[in-house]
C-alpha cells in the first residue's frame, strides 16, 4: 500500500491509502453513524482487490458508492439529493456505475433499482463481500442486488483501507447488529442480529494499527456493553453454547483490558453503551486504565419511565440515576454524553419536564438530540400515533438543546486553570497556528502549535473555553508519548 498525504479543502492533512496497479477509480460518500464510516472502509478494501483506488472527485469516478442512513426521515432525504447529483453526473459520463449500500439499502430493498431505476446496485450490510460478484452482474446488464442479513458476518478477516484518515484516529468495529428492539428504532431492521467479532482478529487489526502510527482507536458497536464472544454465533444463542465456550467467553470488560494492556500507549476509546447492559465491571476496566478515555455516550432517550417503557427501553429513569452515580463514584470526572429523542408519540409536556430534570442530574457535557420520526416498519409505527405535534416536538427540542448548551457550558469551565492530556489530531479549523485535539473526556482542545507534531500526547493548561472548545498552552509532553 502506498499512502498519499493531501490536502483536504480545510488545509488538514489526510492519508489516502491506494495500491499500486489499481487503474479504476471508485468515488465513496458515507451519511449516518460512525458503523457506516468503518462499513466504507472495509468496502473500500474489498474493491482494492478488483482494480479500484478511492477518489475524491465524483467527475471522474467509475463507480459511486453512497452508504446511507435511514434513522430518521431527514437522513433518507439527504441520501435522496445525492442519488440526484450522482444521475446528473452520470448523463455526462455514463460509463458510471451508481450503487446505494447500508441500510437504505436493506429498508428499501429494489425500490431504488426496479421502481426508481436509480441506481445499479443495491448491498445491504451483511452483503459487502457479495460487491465483486454484484458488479459482474452490473457489466452483464442485470439488476445486482444483495440485501441478505447474516447470523456470522463481521468483516473480521478484512483489514480496512483507512478513508481520509488523520492517520491517528481510527474506528474498528466489535459487534453488528442489534437486538434490543427500541420501538422507535430501523436499525434492528436494516442491520440484522448481534453478533460479535472474534477478539484476536480485533486485537490484530490494532496491532496493525498501532504499528502504522495510529494512537487512538474507538471500539464500534450499536451496542458494545453486549459484546461476548464465545467461539461464534448469536448473542441470544448463548445459552446453548458448550460448557468450554462459556470458560472461554470474552466480554466487553474482558475485551477493552485485552486492548488496553496490549496497546499502553494508545488511546481506546468505544461506542454506544446502553444503559441497560453496561455492568459495574466495565466502569472498573475503565478507572484501572489511564489509556481508557473518561467518557461513556450514555444514550438515555428519555427521563421518564413511561416513555421508556413504551420506547422498550429496558431501564427506569431511577436505574439509569443509579447508573450515572456508579460511574461518577467509580470514574470520578468522567464525561457523560447522551442522546434523547423528543415529541415520541404519547409525550406529555410532564414527561418532557421530566427528560429536562434528568438532564440537570447527570449534567451531560454533550448531546446529541433529535425530535421523533417515524420510521416505517418500527413497532412504534405500527402500534402508536405519532401524535405529537410538529411545532411542539420543536419547541421542546429548543428547550432541550438549549439546557443542553448551558450544561456544556458548565462542564467545559470545570477544565480552567488544569493541565488536561491531549492528543494531537489536526490543525484547528479556525487557526492555522494552532492544533486541534481532545482531552480523554472527549473536549476539544486547541492550543499554539510551537514545535509539537500530529500524534503526539501533550500536556496542556487550560486558559479560557466556549460551550464546546477548551483554549490553552502546551506545557510538555505527556509519558503517553
Ligand atoms: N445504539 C445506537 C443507536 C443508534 S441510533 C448507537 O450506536 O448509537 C442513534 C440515535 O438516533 C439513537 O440513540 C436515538 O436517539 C436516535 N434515533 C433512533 N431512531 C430515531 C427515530 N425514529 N427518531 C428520532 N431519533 C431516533
Ligand atoms: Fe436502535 Fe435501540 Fe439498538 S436505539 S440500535 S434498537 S439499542
Known amino acids: 500500500?502506498?499512502?498519499?498525504?493531501?490536502?483536504?479543502?480545510?488545509?488538514?492533512?489526510?492519508?489516502?491509502?491506494?495500491?499500486?496497479?489499481?487503474?479504476?477509480?471508485?468515488?465513496?460518500?458515507?451519511?449516518?453513524?460512525?458503523?457506516n464510516f468503518s462499513d466504507s472502509e472495509i468496502v473500500a478494501s474489498i474493491l482494492a482487490n478488483e482494480g479500484y483506488n478511492t477518489t475524491q472527485k465524483l467527475e471522474e469516478a467509475d463507480l459511486v458508492l453512497v452508504n446511507t442512513c435511514s434513522i430518521r426521515d431527514k437522513a433518507e432525504q439527504t441520501v435522496r439529493k445525492r442519488l440526484e447529483k450522482y444521475n446528473a453526473v452520470k448523463k455526462i459520463n455514463p460509463g458510471m456505475k451508481v450503487g446505494v449500500l447500508g441500510c437504505m439499502a436493506e429498508r428499501l430493498k429494489s425500490q431504488f433499482l426496479e421502481q426508481e431505476k436509480i441506481v445499479d446496485m443495491v448491498v445491504g450490510p451483511d452483503a459487502y463481500k457479495d460487491i465483486p460478484n454484484l458488479l459482474k452482474e452490473v457489466d452483464e446488464g442485470r439488476d445486482a442486488i444483495?440485501?441478505?442479513?447474516?447470523?456470522?458476518?463481521?468483516?473480521?478477516?478484512?483489514?480496512?483501507?483507512?478513508?481520509?484518515?488523520?492517520?491517528?484516529?481510527?474506528?474498528?468495529?466489535?459487534?453488528?447488529?442489534?437486538?434490543?428492539?427500541?420501538?422507535?428504532?430501523?436499525?434492528?431492521?436494516?442491520?440484522?442480529?448481534?453478533?460479535?467479532?472474534?477478539?484476536?482478529?480485533?486485537?490484530?487489526?490494532?496491532?496493525?494499527?498501532?504499528?502504522?502510527g495510529f494512537k487512538e482507536v474507538t471500539l464500534l458497536g450499536q451496542n458494545v456493553d453486549s459484546y461476548l464472544w464465545y467461539?461464534?454465533?448469536?448473542?441470544?444463542?448463548?445459552?446453548?453454547?458448550?460448557?468450554?465456550?462459556?470458560?472461554?467467553?470474552?466480554?466487553?470488560?474482558?475485551?477493552?483490558?485485552?486492548?488496553?494492556?496490549?496497546?499502553?500507549?494508545?488511546?481506546?476509546?468505544?461506542?454506544?453503551?446502553?444503559?441497560?447492559?453496561?455492568?459495574?465491571?466495565?466502569?472498573?476496566?475503565?478507572?484501572?486504565?489511564?489509556?481508557?478515555?473518561?467518557?461513556?455516550?450514555?444514550?438515555?432517550?428519555?427521563?421518564s419511565t413511561r416513555i421508556l417503557q413504551e420506547m422498550n427501553r429496558q431501564h427506569t429513569r431511577e436505574e439509569y440515576m443509579t447508573l450515572v452515580d456508579k460511574i461518577k463514584t467509580i470514574i470520578p470526572g468522567c464525561s457523560i454524553s447522551q442522546d434523547i429523542i423528543t415529541g415520541f408519540p404519547t409525550e406529555t409536556e410532564e414527561d418532557h419536564q421530566d427528560t429536562l430534570s434528568l438532564m440537570e442530574y447527570v449534567e451531560y457535557d454533550f448531546g446529541y438530540m433529535f425530535a421523533y420520526s417515524e420510521r416505517p416498519g418500527t413497532l412504534a409505527a405500527r402500534k402508536m400515533e405519532d401524535d405529537v405535534p410538529e411545532e411542539v416536538k420543536k419547541r421542546r427540542l429548543q428547550e432541550i438543546v438549549d439546557l443542553q448548551q448551558k450544561l456544556s457550558h458548565k462542564r467545559t469551565s470545570r477544565f480552567l486553570n488544569q493541565t488536561v492530556e491531549v492528543l494531537i489530531e489536526k490543525t484547528s479549523k479556525r487557526s492555522d497556528a494552532h492544533w486541534s485535539g481532545r482531552n480523554s473526556e472527549n473536549v476539544v482542545v486547541v492550543f499554539p502549535k510551537e514545535n509539537y507534531k500530529v500524534g503526539d500526547f501533550v500536556m496542556v493548561k487550560i486558559n479560557d473555553c466556549t460551550t464546546a472548545t477548551l483554549i490553552g498552552e502546551a506545557t510538555g509532553y505527556s509519558d503517553m508519548n
Open 1 to 35: 500500500m502506498e499512502k498519499i498525504i493531501e490536502e483536504n479543502k480545510q488545509g488538514t492533512s489526510l492519508v489516502l491509502e491506494n495500491k499500486e496497479g489499481n487503474s479504476k477509480k471508485l468515488f465513496i460518500e458515507s451519511y449516518g453513524c460512525a458503523m
Open 146 to 212: 444483495n440485501v441478505i442479513l447474516s447470523k456470522d458476518e463481521t468483516y473480521g478477516d478484512i483489514s480496512p483501507v483507512r478513508l481520509l484518515s488523520n492517520g491517528i484516529t481510527a474506528f474498528v468495529s466489535i459487534t453488528r447488529g442489534c437486538d434490543n428492539m427500541c420501538t422507535f428504532c430501523v436499525v434492528p431492521f436494516t442491520r440484522g442480529r448481534e453478533r460479535s467479532r472474534e477478539p484476536q482478529s480485533i486485537l490484530e487489526e490494532i496491532n496493525d494499527l498501532a504499528s502504522r
Open 231 to 303: 467461539g461464534g454465533g448469536l448473542k441470544k444463542d448463548f445459552e446453548k453454547a458448550t460448557e468450554m465456550q462459556k470458560a472461554t467467553a470474552v466480554d466487553f470488560a474482558q475485551l477493552l483490558d485485552m486492548c488496553a494492556i496490549a496497546h499502553p500507549k494508545m488511546r481506546f476509546r468505544f461506542s454506544t453503551s446502553n444503559p441497560q447492559d453496561m455492568h459495574e465491571e466495565v466502569l472498573h476496566i475503565i478507572a484501572k486504565h489511564p489509556n481508557i478515555c473518561n467518557y461513556i455516550h450514555l444514550p438515555v432517550q428519555s427521563g
